[in-house]
């Protein structure tokens, strides 16, 4: 997604835990944001991504842009679609992360790490955030300097 909804900006990074139903709490300052509902996806980092229904509605608004006939782009709206599920904050401020999404993400009952990610929060397995973190910021600072001179 090119352009971030700058309704939200989420940052920082917490640690929480997967209930052994496959429930997680969303970080107390954040829970207003989700009133009207999260969209729980696959994300491309072997993380599980948590946007506010109307970040999601923007990304639907973007994917409709992609031709028909672009078969490439339509099998890729297809995967995004396939692996989103819309649910809604219970009265505890938890989510239930389904087995497909804990799958993808390694994720197991137990410990989980959420980091802000502009427009959506990611959840993390421990130690797949770690190599991340691990993997240096300076190298990502290089990058994103020379690509987008941020």
Same mark, same amino acid.
């Given at each position: 997604?090119?352009?971030?909804?700058?309704?939200?900006?989420?940052?920082?990074?917490?640690?929480?835990?997967?209930?052994?139903?496959?429930?997680?709490?969303?970080?107390?300052?954040?829970?207003? =944001?989700?009133?009207? /509902?999260? #969209?729980?996806?696959? %994300? @491309?980092?072997?993380?599980?991504?948590?946007?506010?229904? &109307?970040? *999601?509605?923007?990304?639907?608004?973007?994917?409709?842009?992609?031709?028909?006939?672009?078969?490439?782009?339509?099998?890729?709206?297809?995967?995004?679609?396939?692996?989103?599920?819309?649910?809604?904050?219970?009265?505890?401020?938890?989510?239930?992360?389904?087995?497909?999404?804990?799958?993808?993400? =390694?994720?197991?009952? /137990?410990? #989980?790490?959420?980091? %802000? @990610?502009?427009?959506?929060?990611?959840?993390?397995?421990? &130690?797949? *955030?770690?190599?991340?973190?691990?993997?240096?910021?300076?190298?990502?600072?290089?990058?994103?300097?020379?690509?987008?001179?941020?």
């Amino acid at each position: 997604m090119d352009e971030v909804s700058e309704e939200y900006w989420f940052s920082g990074t917490f640690e929480h835990s997967l209930d052994s139903k496959g429930r997680l709490t969303i970080p107390s300052s954040f829970r207003s =944001d989700f009133e009207d /509902g999260a #969209v729980l996806r696959k %994300g @491309a980092d072997r993380s599980v991504e948590i946007l506010p229904r &109307s970040a *999601w509605n923007l990304f639907l608004k973007k994917m409709k842009k992609i031709s028909k006939t672009d078969l490439r782009g339509q099998r890729w709206v297809t995967l995004q679609l396939a692996s989103a599920v819309t649910t809604e904050l219970d009265k505890n401020g938890r989510v239930l992360v389904g087995q497909e999404l804990r799958s993808h993400a =390694d994720l197991g009952q /137990g410990q #989980v790490v959420i980091t %802000g @990610a502009l427009d959506r929060l990611k959840v993390w397995e421990p &130690s797949r *955030w770690s190599e991340m973190e691990m993997a240096g910021i300076e190298e990502l600072d290089d990058y994103v300097y020379e690509k987008y001179q941020i």
